[in-house]
C-alpha cells in the first residue's frame, strides 16, 4: 500500500505526536475499563458478555460503515459466518477452543474478502443491496445445509470455553471466568483496531470517506483501501460471531439474518458513528435497553423502531456523538 | 417427474401468479426510488399493512372488492402522512438516512399489528367467485390465478397511461430526471413526491391482500417478501417501470420452477441471480441512471 503524502507530514511531526501519545490511546483504555466494569453494571452475567461481544461486532462494523462510509446490509453473514465455522470446528472436528475461534475469524475475513472483491464492484444503494443479497445467500445456504448447521433449529453442543493449564485453571461454567476470558480476546481486538486507525490505511480511510476526489488526486489507492478495511472488518466480525458461539453454546439461524444485520447498524447509529467509543456504548445501550424492555413488554421491537427513527431525524451523531459535540462546543469531526 | 403440457402450464400460471405480486411491489418500489432517491424499507410493512386493512374490511363487509379498495387507500393515505412528516425532513442529507428511517418505521409498523391482531396470522379465504377452476381446454387454471394476472396487467396499463399520457404523469417522468428543473418550472415537486409515495405504498398495501389468499396473512409476511421484492427492482433496474414488470414476471417464473426442478435451491436461485445482475448490469435490466423508463 502507498503511503500518501499526508502520512509522510505526519512522520515529519514526530515530537508532538510523541507528546499526544498517551492521549491517543486514552478512548481505548476508558472503553477497556469501563467493559472490565460491566459485569457489575448489568443484571446478569450472561448479558455482560453478550455486551462486550456486540461491542467488537459493533466497532468491527464501525470500520466499514462509520469509519469507511460504506453502508452494508449483509453484516451478518460476517459474524454468523464465524460463528457457524467456530461451531461446526467444535462441534463435527472437535477442534479445541483456541483453533475453533481462529478459524471462525478467518472464515470471517475470508467471507470479508468475498464481499469485498464482488459488492466494492458497485456503488452507494447498489452496494448495500448487493452486500444484502450475498448475506441472504449465506442465510439460505446455512439453512439449507442441515446436516452440517442444524438448519433452521441451529447448531447445538458447541463446548464450554475451558483452560486447563498447570497453574490456572479456569472453565466458563463460571460465568465470570467466561466474562474475564472473553474480555481479554475482545480487548486485544479492539486494541488492534485503536491501532489500525492510526496506520496509514486508517488514515487513508478517513481521507477517502471526506473527499474520494481528493484522496485519489492524492494516489490513495481508494479500492485497495476499502477492500482491505472490509476484509479486516471481517476478521473481527467473524471472531465476534466465533466467540458468540461459545458463550451461548449454540449458533441459532437468526446469526446470519437480515435482523442482525439491522440491529448492528442501529447499534453504531445509536452510540455514534465513525467515533471509537461510540459502537461500543451502541452495543451496551442497546443490548441493555432490549434486556430492560423486552422483560416489561412484549413489543419491545416497536420501542425500539420508535427509538431508530428519532435517532435518525434529529440526533444522526448517536449518543458519544453527542457527548464529544457537548464536550468541545464544536461539532466533533471524527478523528482516526 | 413427468413433463406434461398441463404440468408446465400449472407452474408457469403458478409463477406469473406470483410474478404479478411481485410486479405490483416492485412498480412501487423503483417508483419511490426513481423520484424521491429513497430505498424504501417499509415496503414490506406497508404489504402487511394492506393484507389486515382488507381483513377487517372483509369481516365487516364480506366483499371482497370493498376489502381491495380500502387496502390501496389505506395504504396510500398512511404512506402520504409517511413521506409528509417523517421522510420529508431527510431529503438532502444523502442515501442512507432514509433508508435506515423506513428500516425503522418498518419495526414499528409490524409490531403495532402484532399488538392489534396478535402474533397468530389470520385467515382470508379465496373470494367465492374466484375459486373455481377455470377450464381452457389444455389445462386447468384456478380462477383466481387468472384473476390476479389479469388485473396486475390492467393496473400495469393504467399506470402507463397515467405516466405516458397525463399532465401529471409528464411531471413525474420530468421529476425523476431532474428536480431542480421542474421547481425552476414552477412546479410544487413536494406535492409531486407525496403523490409518488402515496402511489407506491397503496400498490404495496394492495399487493398484501392480493396476496392474503394464496400466501396468507400474519405480522412478518412483509420481511419476508420485501427482499425478494428488491430483487425485483434491482434486476429490473432501480427506478425503471418497465424493467419492474419484466423482471417480476421473470423472476415469479423462475421461482415457480426453480421450487419443482431443484427445491433445496428455491430461495438461493433469485440471490444468486441478482448477484450476477449487479455485477454483470449494475444499473439492471432496463434502467438507466434517474429516469422512470
Redesign the interface.
Known amino acids: 500500500m502507498q503511503t500518501s503524502t499526508l502520512t509522510r507530514s505526519h512522520h515529519g511531526a514526530r515530537p508532538s505526536a510523541r507528546l499526544q501519545r498517551p492521549k491517543r490511546w486514552l478512548d481505548l483504555l476508558g472503553t477497556l475499563a469501563f467493559l472490565s466494569l460491566l459485569p457489575w453494571l448489568v443484571p446478569h452475567q450472561s448479558l455482560a458478555t453478550s455486551m462486550l461481544i456486540f461491542a467488537l461486532f459493533a466497532s468491527a462494523y464501525n470500520l466499514v460503515f462509520g469509519y469507511g462510509g460504506m453502508l452494508s446490509l449483509g453484516h451478518a453473514a460476517l459474524f454468523g459466518g464465524g460463528a457457524y465455522a467456530a461451531g461446526i470446528a467444535a462441534v463435527h472436528a472437535q477442534l479445541p477452543w483456541g483453533l475453533s475461534l481462529l478459524f471462525g475469524a478467518v472464515v470471517g475475513l475470508g467471507i470479508g474478502v468475498i464481499f469485498a472483491f464482488l459488492s466494492l464492484r458497485v456503488r452507494g444503494i447498489y452496494f448495500a443491496m448487493i452486500t444484502l443479497a450475498l448475506a441472504q445467500c449465506a442465510y439460505f445456504f446455512a439453512y439449507r445445509n442441515a446436516n452440517w448447521t442444524g438448519g433452521d433449529n441451529g447448531l447445538r453442543g458447541v463446548p464450554p470455553l475451558q483452560i486447563d493449564w498447570e497453574f490456572l485453571q479456569l472453565s466458563s461454567a463460571d460465568p465470570l471466568s467466561k466474562y474475564y476470558l472473553i474480555f481479554i480476546i475482545v480487548a486485544g481486538a479492539l486494541g488492534l483496531l485503536r491501532a489500525l486507525l492510526y496506520t496509514p490505511l486508517g488514515r487513508s480511510l478517513s481521507m477517502i470517506r471526506q473527499n474520494e476526489q481528493r484522496a485519489a488526486a492524492c494516489g490513495v489507492p481508494v479500492l485497495r483501501v476499502r477492500q482491505l478495511t472490509f476484509a479486516i472488518s471481517g476478521l473481527l466480525s467473524g471472531l465476534a460471531g466465533a466467540l458468540y458461539a461459545y458463550h451461548i453454546g449454540t449458533v441459532p439461524l437468526e446469526t446470519l439474518s437480515v435482523h442482525l444485520s439491522g440491529q448492528v447498524v442501529m447499534m453504531v447509529l445509536l452510540g455514534g458513528m465513525a467515533t471509537f467509543v461510540g459502537p461500543v456504548v451502541g452495543a451496551v445501550v442497546f443490548l441493555g435497553a432490549e434486556n430492560l424492555l423486552s422483560d416489561l413488554t412484549d413489543y419491545w421491537q416497536m420501542i425500539s423502531g420508535i427509538l431508530f427513527m428519532l435517532l435518525v431525524l434529529f440526533f444522526s451523531k448517536g449518543i458519544w456523538g453527542g457527548v464529544q459535540t457537548i464536550g468541545q462546543g464544536r461539532p466533533a469531526e471524527p478523528k482516526p | 417427474m413427468q413433463w406434461t403440457i398441463d404440468l408446465i402450464f400449472q407452474q408457469a400460471a403458478a409463477g406469473l401468479a406470483l410474478g404479478s405480486i411481485y410486479v405490483l411491489l416492485a412498480v412501487g418500489l423503483t417508483l419511490i426510488?426513481g423520484l424521491l432517491n429513497v430505498?424504501n424499507f417499509s415496503h414490506g410493512a406497508f404489504y402487511m399493512l394492506g393484507a389486515y386493512l382488507g381483513f377487517v374490511t372483509l369481516e365487516y363487509t364480506q366483499s371482497f372488492t370493498a376489502a381491495i379498495v380500502v387496502a390501496a387507500l389505506g395504504g396510500a393515505a398512511i404512506g402520504g402522512l409517511f413521506e409528509r412528516f417523517?421522510i420529508r425532513?431527510?431529503y438532502g442529507?444523502g442515501?442512507?438516512?432514509p433508508?435506515?428511517?423506513t428500516?425503522?418505521?418498518?419495526?414499528?409498523i409490524?409490531?403495532?399489528v402484532?399488538?392489534i391482531f396478535g402474533r397468530e396470522g389470520v385467515h382470508v379465504d379465496t373470494p367465492d367467485a374466484l375459486s373455481e377452476v377455470i377450464d381452457l381446454g389444455f389445462g386447468l387454471l384456478p380462477g383466481y390465478r387468472l384473476f390476479l394476472i389479469g388485473l396486475c396487467l390492467g393496473l400495469v396499463l393504467l399506470l402507463w397511461l397515467l405516466l405516458e399520457r397525463t399532465r401529471w404523469g409528464l411531471i413525474i417522468r420530468a421529476g425523476a430526471q431532474d428536480g431542480t428543473i421542474i421547481r425552476i418550472l414552477g412546479i410544487d415537486i413536494s406535492r409531486v413526491w407525496l403523490m409518488a409515495f402515496s402511489l407506491g405504498s397503496g400498490l404495496a398495501a394492495l399487493s398484501g391482500i392480493l396476496a392474503a389468499p394464496m400466501r396468507g396473512v400474519h405480522p412478518d409476511m412483509g420481511?419476508a417478501i420485501l427482499?425478494d421484492a428488491?430483487?425485483v427492482t434491482?434486476v429490473g433496474g432501480?427506478g425503471s417501470l418497465s424493467g419492474a414488470v419484466l423482471a417480476g414476471l421473470l423472476i415469479g417464473m423462475v421461482v415457480s420452477f426453480v421450487t419443482l426442478l431443484a427445491p433445496?435451491f428455491q430461495?438461493?436461485s433469485i440471490?444468486?441471480l441478482?448477484?450476477l445482475m449487479?455485477?454483470a448490469r449494475?444499473q439492471g435490466l432496463l434502467g438507466r441512471r434517474g429516469a422512470l423508463g
Open positions: 426510488f430505498v417523517l425532513r431527510l442529507k442515501i442512507d438516512y433508508l435506515l428511517l428500516f425503522g418505521a418498518a419495526y414499528v409490524v409490531d403495532a402484532r399488538m420481511s427482499v428488491f430483487v434491482v432501480m433445496e430461495e438461493l440471490y444468486v441478482m448477484t449487479l455485477l449494475p
